[in-house]
């Protein structure tokens, strides 16, 4: 195994946790609604825009700030959820252009 093969297999393990993230239909719906929503939403907002209870939107709220996802913002005694897609994205985008490059150097 060369070491362009296995720097690839570890970022692969990195993304994992974050693919498995992506894979739940109501965090996507999470990202979908902060994706319209700039100045973010409160645990309350989403759990009515997409038929959740509000413990179940914060189970999905907290897994999805864990892994990057979105952040936090205290205004007043709310809590307001905003997307930060930056750090996740880089890292399978990072997967993606060095699978690419493997393949075109085959």
Known sequence: MTSQHAHILLQFQ???P???VLTDANRQAIIMLLS???SGLNVNTISEHINLSRPAVSHHLKILKQSGFISLE???VENYYLLTL???LQKLKS???N???E???S
């Open 36 to 38: 319209q929503h700039k």
């Open 99 to 101: 699978i690419e490059n």
């Open 95 to 97: 997967l993606i252009v």
């Open 86 to 88: 930056r750090e996740p």
């Open 103 to 105: 393949c075109q150097g």
């Open 18 to 20: 974050l693919l498995e």
């Open 14 to 16: 990195s993304c994992i």
């Open 74 to 76: 205290k205004k007043g």
